[in-house]
């Protein structure tokens, strides 16, 4: 498995969050283990804690997401950086219990966690997935949905880095608010157009 696909952890994260909605999905103990996904073992380390503590990694894994959005790459990665720092873990190599076709060992990089919590482990893991998409693919593949007002966090995989919504139903919904927004734009155009070509009149009294 590829240290970048641990990236998703830091969108899932991020996205329980919509700022400008004023809309909160992380408000229980059940929220936060859904992230973990399959990944069990370690949801049930969680405590109520964490949810707090979640709080606070989204908010800081989301200012990694604005920042590269905006461009500002250094900032970027300084962020990424320091929670890199605090929450570190230990790349090793296991095959679990899966064998290839010639029944050896199906060996791929892991990321071994050792968290004094349930909020340490996720963390460390969405700080390193993410630390690598970036490093492969670039601080401009981090992104946030531009179809106002979602602003979801999406990692761009385009093959020519046109990426601009989190999904096909914000791509949609900002594709059809454009239409039609030159759609009035040309109704207004050609009203005036109309208008300018009406002739004056003028009534004179006798």
Request: glycine fraction near 4%.
């Given at each position: ?49 964490d949810v707090t503590r979640f709080r ?75 630390a690598f998409h970036l490093t492969s ?70």
């Amino acid at each position: 498995m590829e240290l970048a696909y641990y990236s998703d952890y830091a969108v899932r994260l991020v996205n329980t969050e919509e700022p400008a909605r004023n809309k909160d999905a992380l408000t229980s103990v059940e929220a936060v283990r859904e992230l973990f996904g399959a990944n069990q073992q370690a949801a049930r380390r969680t405590a109520e804690a964490d949810v707090t503590r979640f709080r606070s990694v989204r908010a800081r894994l989301r200012a990694v997401f604005e920042a590269a959005d905006g461009g500002d790459e250094t900032l970027a990665v300084d962020l990424l950086n320091s929670l890199l720092l605090e929450f570190p873990v230990s790349p090793q190599i296991s095959g679990h219990d899966t064998r290839d076709e010639d029944g050896r060992p199906d060996w791929h990089m892991h990321l071994a966690d050792h968290p004094s919590n349930a909020t340490a482990g996720y963390a460390a893991i969405a700080a390193m997935g993410l630390a690598f998409h970036l490093t492969s693919h670039g601080v401009d593949r981090l992104g946030l949905c531009e179809a106002a007002p979602c602003r979801n966090a999406y990692l761009d995989t385009s093959t020519n880095r046109s990426r601009r919504y989190c999904s096909d139903r914000c791509a949609t919904r900002a594709n059809v608010a454009a239409y039609r927004a030159r759609k009035r734009a040309e109704a207004d155009r050609t009203g005036l157009t109309a208008e300018a070509a009406q002739p004056s009149s003028s009534v004179t009294d006798r």
